[in-house]
């Protein structure tokens, strides 16, 4: 009754966003649009343009997710959330999907009571010095003084490794990647850490990437991939189908571009099915027959989606690296499609 | 009116309670309690089931785990390897010292600009109007963010004082010789004692006996130079004429402390560049620097207004008096015009110092792990308790503001013009 | 001169000599100069060191403003046309930024099409203050004043205009009904009329509404507020927590004044605690506990918990401000009023309050100059303030990626544009009450 009362209230308001009941997808459905929780200020991966609007690594996820689910990449809301309020925001139902280079950590999956629907990066926790420091190997930086972003795991395996290699460090804590890039730049620091992702795409927008150098060693790994809510458990199936439609998509060759003719014509059975020309694999997970074909058709497979944003061709230049398909030598390995 | 009309008898009706002026207070009263019993109840019993929901407990058994994360400034003995609660205890430090630190400079160039901006000296009375009006308004987090980058961007990095094997010189040279200025931090010497007296333990606290020993020593010092003057003052009304004091006082003051931090041992151990930075000093980093700089220039802005409406609130008619009275200047200052004007400056002052206690929680924007950046940040991401780690938070934040609004009302109370 | 100079008096002179023009050192120029700026040794070193410092500030900013370059596509481009113009090394000012992004800056990510919107309810807002802060205006337009929260509600974020029309009809409900019972019973008539405005709002409303829109489906494209965003998020927050906490500030105060315990012990306690906790712990417990306060499974936006707590914030401030305002007052006016023997309720209504308000305002146009300030807080629970938000998203992009001062000194400027203005208003009103009383 309370409940009731307090959110008429609310409706009056106009403000309600929809209460949060154990069905994700149904309250999706029914609001029309998807709530992703973003990074706002990780060029790449998240960040508004000057027209507001959102584009990156992330945020395809994101919009191939809607996509899957409504049929329109575009009916997204992108929540913009920082290290400190975004498990909260998920935890409650504030945000439908965290999609904000969140690493997949034990406690997380398990304390936190979020459940991460697969893996969208592969990263790991890297050094960036100046070149003219002449340091080569991280194990050379006893008593640098380290930038580091507060909040997140990159803190916990910094001190990890400094203890573990007996040598001391001044952490420097900075709040954004923004102020990180300053203080590094200004000297603020003669090493700045974070996942080398990051690192690469704070290099390649400085005015001299060549006086820089990423050390050589990967102090941690870091599965950076999309979370939602524990005990949803059909919600957390359409997530991680539709990251893994992304990566199959790659696998068979299924572009952006083909999609409708491959869903026509490929004679392979596992892309009919992918595609939804056969079988009923939509119907499992209450979503249209052609849901992947829809998040395919919104950002191109993984690959395009990889290229696009934070690719060899981007500023960013990001190279596949773990991030290649099985075949190619790298990590990702959709389920099949049966 | 010869009949009195007898009162009413006094036989109790229900609606009294609404319309009888003796118990509609308590009705009321009781009302109110009700409902900020349900209130309180309905919150409690939406948290405990929210958190039931949620799978989660409320307990503060978190703060016993082991915390995993550095920080850099500790006044205490703090590494990774310690729980979460020693890390808060850190981050409360933290943030106790740069409010201290952070009143304490706030009200010295407060006052000075207070002052300054009353003189007769055309441009420094303007520069400070500007001064004060651009610090006031402008929000402080920008402040902060600015003297920050100020910091990194203008002073020059720690190799630069590394003397060149070739040219035999260093680029930047330390102030002093003591103190050198970073883009990472400000180098200062240290003090170290040479014969300590050890520390006393008593259960989990350990007290640093140099420490006390140097308090007691000050302290007793203080007492006898009171004693001194109050001898002095009762010579003076016995014959009117008082004793020179000042050199007496000057050595009770210097010499028994001079004394103690000889027989210790006392030096200042000054830092010198090795490897990638400066060793032997402290390193006091330039997010407490910049937060420090920050707060004070902005709260300082607000004190110097307080200042300057103290100062005009003093009639001009006190100067006059008392300098027909033949009252030096620095005397009509110290004796008729403070102590009237610090009536007024006060209460307000209490207030600028707990808003700036309360605004040095903005030091997570420049990185200083205080109570917000460690309990309120780092330790609430890694355990995800942010019910138990906010409360615990705002209670001592609140605890913090409690106990320096009492003292200060309490000063306050002490220098209230006693009226008839 | 005239002849009888001879046969005058001697040592007595009758003649005026011509009037000389004072001293050098007692005129114009040199006479200010020495007394205003060297009038002894203590102002004269004042005065030089006040010199050099101005001259260190201007001669690190002039340059800086003089080579700024307004047009360019990205700073890259920025910094080679001031290398270009200024020669090799010459540091200027990139305000291309602001000139590509001010619009972020100033409405965030509303949709472009419709920012008249913002700006006309920000032209309403002045015209709905303008009988509250100046006396020459008729007190009449008064009811446009109350009215104006729901017409910028309805302006801000769009939407049908039967939702606030609804709400506002709650009051009117309520007004309706204690207009009818006060004859009768005064306090029945306002329990009563609380009751109805709420069995309105809580029962009728949605319906009537939807009915309402079935009819005649007049309606503003609706935005959300999660496209608010710099200086039309940090005015929304400032002015609805101001507007929102002056009625619960009001009672807090004059609770904290009551004679019964209870009332006074719970609005001093709340008072003080809201007073002694950092605004970013209650902007913390709007964005991470809020959800764990209210029925499992309620959740509403952010930007609306932000502003409830930044309500309770301002409503604690205004308290003591109000209460000032009721400590100022003559004892003479409470005793009058109990002399003319009116209830509590109708002598603060009608004798106390509207002295003590008139006399807080300025109090209050400075509490909303901290809370506008402080309103840049709201990034560290994830929105997008001018201050930092923005300017966090504006250096995300590849473009701007590594731009620092200029941002920060644009939006600084802004806030001291809107902060020195109200400051100096509230200057003007503490002037003006003075003389009224005096």
Redesign the interface.
Known sequence: M??T?????????????????AATLDDVKARGELNCGVN????GFA??????NWTGFDVSLCRAVAAAVLGDPQKV?????????R???L????IDLLARNTTWTF??DT???MDFAGVNYYDGQGFMVRQDLGVTSAKEL????VCIQ???TT??N???YF?ANGMT???????????G???Y??????AYTTDISGLASTRA???DPENHVILPEVISKEPLGPAVR?GDNQWGDIVRWTLNALVAAEEYGVTAANVEDMAANSPNPEIKRLLGTEGELGAMTGLPNDWAKHAIAAGGNYGEIFSATIGEET?IGLARGLNAQWTQGGLLYAQPFR | MANAVDAPKDSFRLSMLIYDTRYRSLTIQVIVLMLFMAGAA?LVDNTVRNLAV???DFNFGFLGQRA?????QRLIPYT??DTHARALLVGLLNTLLIAVLGCFAATVIGVIVGVLRLSSNWLVARLMTVYVEMFRNVPLLLWILLVF?AF??ASP?PATFRVNAQTGEAESSMLFGLFAVT??YTAIPDVLVERGLGSLALGPLSINLTFLAIVAVIAGSLLARRALLRHATAVQEATGLRPKTWWKSLLILILPIAALLWALGVHLSVPAIT???F?GGV?V???FMALWLALSLYTSAFIAEIVRAGILAVSRGQTEAAFALGLRPRRTMSLVILPQALRVIVPPLISQYLNLTKNSSLA??????DLR?TLG??T???T?R?LECVLLMMLIYLAISLVISGAMNVYNARIKLKER | MSETGTQTVRFVRDTMLPEAAPPASQSGAVKWLRENLFSGWLNTILTILGALVLFQILRGLVPWFAHSVWNAQTL?EC?QIIAETWGEGARGACLAVVR??W??WTF??Y??HLYWRPVLALVLLFAALAPILFSAVPRRLMAFSALFPFVGYWLL?G?TIW?PV??LAGFVVGYAVWRGMAKRNALAAVLLAVAAALVW???L??PV?RALAGVAPLALESV????FGGFVLALTIGVSAISLSLPLGIMLALGRQSDMFLIKTLSVCFIEFIRGVPLITLL?TA??LL?YF???????????RVIIMVTLFAAAYIAEVIRGGLAALPRGQYEAADALGLDYFQAQRLIVLPQALKISIPGIVSTFIGLFKDTTLVV?????DPLK?IT??V????DW??I?WEPYIFVGFIFFLFCFGMSRYSMYLERRLKRDHR
């Open positions: 309370t409940k009362v307090f959110f008429g209230t609310l409706t009056v308001a106009g403000l309600a966003a929809g209460l949060a009941s706002p200020g990780l060029v960040a508004p343009d000057a027209s507001g809301r992108f929540v913009p959330t920082t290290a400190e309020t498990f909260t925001a935890a409650s139902g504030e406690s997380r304390d936190l009571s006893d008593g640098a003084t507060t909040g997140t803190e916990l910094l001190a990890d203890t460090y001044t952490p420097v804590a900075i709040q954004s990647n923004a102020e890039e300053q203080q730049l200004a000297g603020g620091c003669d927008a400085f005015a524990h500023p | 309905w949620l799978g989660k995993g994360y550095d920080i850099a990774n390897a980058t990194t961007e990095l883009n990472r490897g990638f930075n060793t390193n980093s330039n997010s997570i924007a420049v990185g200083y792990l950046g940040g780092i609430l991401n890694q995800g942010e | 890259g910094r590509d992004r619009t972020q965030g990510f949709p472009a974020w939407g939702t609804v709400a709002w809580l029962f409303a949605g509404e959300r507020s999660s496209s913390f964005s991470l959800n209210l029925p499992p499974g309620t959740n509403f936006d952010i930007i609306l560290f629970v994830g929105l997008l938000g966090d998203a250096r995300a992009s590849t990626k590594g620092y």
